[in-house]
């Protein structure tokens, strides 16, 4: 949306009222790191030019309007008091609220503000779309009230404002939504939030194609998650009571043995489900160093070989994957992608698969000929080569 259309569509939603502020948050594609972040291991994701937008009018009072050009998402109003009761689980507007509780609390704010969202991040497809619209409300309500914090406590407090809407996610999301960089990826790493940027190889491309299975944040794809963070933190406890010397967290035990001593040492503790799960966990925080490594190099095969191991441990470690993702992986390779893996919690969603840029076309072509078509899938909007984004910003219009 344009400046100009934009302002005539909040007016004619909000008595006429003008926008002053405009906010944009990015979507993102994890590249490799996947369930790693709640395990305080890192990840390695890049912002996508898929984006959410919002129009912001300041108000003088603390009531919160929200409306959405996308009709299915019905219109939420709430005031800023210093306990924000949620509206009903899977509620969007409990994104609005989430941002505005952790503001109230955080810098205790009292404006509100007349919000107006739209977007282009595809919804429930392992992209990210909440979190980026959670950081776009908090970035809007901050600048309405002339508050600043910082960019790496705004992630750390995005990231556990994330809870208020029932989702026990690591941070990934909201850091990467803020500290994006156009043409790099961020190596991500946690507790406390820090990051670098890596330089993309000018001859790389990403290439999202989306299953059409939508992986969304709740039912059973959330209780999928959470489920795995509970595995993670069970497994961590059996070998910290069974390792006199075992390190408190994920991160220290990686420093402590390489992934195959870790494993080795687990076989006799855990049982199978665990043992898969803490063999995942560590082996995809070894391969995100790997990854760094071969993207410094611009060593794309060995970074597409890294991802199809990401992959098949997803599957068959962490049992997050489905028929169709394997099958858009396979059909990613054979088109010709140096390698491919879900992205993001899995259980549906999308797929990221590294390809030569002048081969982009072809294996976006391929994708949607072999997978979507035959299903009746829009294909055009099914697959997409992403450009790496700068993060969330808002400026005065
Ligand atoms: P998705 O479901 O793809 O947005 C989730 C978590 C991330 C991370 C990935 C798995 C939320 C908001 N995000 O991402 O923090 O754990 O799964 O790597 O739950």
């Keep these: 949306m344009n400046d100009e259309h934009a302002i005539?569509?909040?007016?004619?939603?909000?008595?006429?009222?003008?926008?002053?502020?405009?906010?944009?948050?990015?979507?993102?594609?994890?590249?490799?790191?996947?369930?790693?972040?709640?395990?305080?291991?890192?990840v390695f994701p890049?912002?996508?030019?898929?984006?959410?937008?919002?129009?912001?009018?300041?108000?003088?009072?603390?009531?919160?309007?929200?409306?959405?050009v996308d009709a299915r998402f019905e219109r939420r109003e709430f005031v800023l008091v210093p306990e924000?009761?949620?509206?009903?689980?899977?509620?969007?507007?409990?994104?609005?609220?989430?941002?505005?509780?952790?503001?109230?609390?955080?810098?205790?704010?009292?404006?509100?503000?007349?919000?107006?969202?739209?977007?282009?991040v595809p919804l429930a497809a392992g992209l990210s779309s909440s979190s980026a619209l959670l950081v776009a409300c908090t970035l809007a309500l901050l600048a309405a009230n002339e508050v600043e914090i910082e960019r790496t406590e705004l992630m750390e407090l995005c990231a556990?404002?994330?809870?208020?809407?029932?989702?026990?996610?690591?941070?990934?999301?909201?850091?990467?939504c803020l500290g994006g960089r156009a043409g790099h990826a961020l190596v991500i790493d946690f507790a406390p939030v820090r990051f670098e940027a890596v330089r993309m190889p000018d001859d790389w491309r990403f290439v999202i194609a989306d299953s059409g299975l939508k992986a969304g944040k709740s039912g059973a794809a959330r209780e999928g998650y959470n489920a795995r963070t509970v595995e993670c933190r069970t497994a961590l406890e059996r070998l910290r009571a069974s390792w006199k010397e075992t390190p408190t967290t994920y991160a220290e035990l990686v420093t402590h043995a390489t992934t195959g001593e870790l494993?080795?040492?687990?076989?006799?503790?855990?049982?199978?489900?665990?043992?898969?799960?803490?063999?995942?966990?560590?082996?995809?925080?070894?391969?995100?160093?790997?990854?760094?490594?071969?993207?410094?190099?611009?060593?794309?095969?060995?970074?597409?070989?890294?991802?199809?191991?990401?992959?098949?441990?997803?599957?068959?470690?962490?049992?997050?994957?489905?028929?169709?993702?394997?099958?858009?992986?396979?059909?990613?390779?054979?088109?010709?992608?140096?390698?491919a893996r879900l992205t993001?919690?899995?259980?549906?969603?999308?797929?990221?698969?590294?390809?030569?840029?002048?081969?982009a076309e072809r294996v976006v072509h391929a994708l949607r000929t072999r997978y979507h078509a035959p299903r009746g899938l829009e294909a055009e909007s099914s697959v997409l080569v992403a450009r790496a984004a700068d993060g969330a910003d808002v400026r005065t219009v």
């Design 46 to 68: 890049m912002a996508i030019q898929r984006e959410v937008r919002i129009a912001c009018a300041p108000r003088r009072d603390a009531s919160v309007r929200v409306e959405n």
């Design 344 to 359: 993001g919690a899995g259980f549906g969603g999308c797929i990221v698969a590294l390809v030569r840029a002048s081969e």
């Design 8 to 42: 005539r569509a909040f007016s004619a939603r909000f008595e006429r009222r003008v926008p002053t502020l405009a906010v944009r948050a990015p979507g993102r594609v994890n590249l490799i790191g996947e369930h790693t972040d709640y395990n305080g291991l890192p």
């Design 263 to 339: 494993v080795g040492r687990a076989r006799s503790v855990l049982d199978d489900v665990l043992l898969r799960r803490f063999r995942h966990v560590v082996s995809e925080g070894a391969r995100v160093d790997a990854a760094r490594a071969a993207m410094l190099a611009g060593d794309a095969p060995r970074f597409g070989a890294l991802m199809n191991a990401s992959h098949a441990s997803l599957r068959d470690d962490y049992d997050v994957s489905c028929p169709e993702l394997d099958e858009l992986v396979v059909h990613a390779r054979s088109a010709g992608a140096f390698g």
């Design 84 to 120: 924000i009761t949620p509206f009903a689980r899977g509620d969007w507007g409990n994104y609005a609220k989430a941002a505005a509780q952790m503001l109230v609390q955080r810098a205790g704010i009292t404006r509100g503000a007349d919000l107006l969202v739209e977007g282009d």
């Design 160 to 176: 556990r404002a994330e809870r208020y809407v029932g989702t026990h996610s690591g941070g990934m999301d909201q850091a990467i």
